[in-house]
């Protein structure tokens, strides 16, 4: 079921990545739901998913700082 999650917010992100206000959004929502490893799955899986669009990639930090509370 956890991973079922994971994938399921990597879909979200990937819909709603038009958006930094939304993509913000949904990236805090992730935070509550995923496990702690996933999370650290999320950062580099962000990373990559950002490369190609850099007015997303100001998202890295509040992903980095969250790491750090785990």
Do not use: H
Not at 19 to 43: I, N, T
Not at 54 to 64: A, F, S, V, Y
């Amino acid at each position: 079921m956890a991973r079922a999650m994971f994938e399921y917010t990597k879909t979200v992100l990937e819909k709603v990545s038009f958006s930094l206000d939304l993509f913000k959004k949904e990236l805090e929502k992730a935070f509550e739901r995923l496990l702690p490893y996933e999370v650290k799955e999320l950062y580099f899986w962000l990373q990559e998913f950002t490369q190609s669009k850099p007015e997303l990639q100001k998202c890295l930090p509040l992903i980095e700082n969250s790491k750090r509370s785990l």
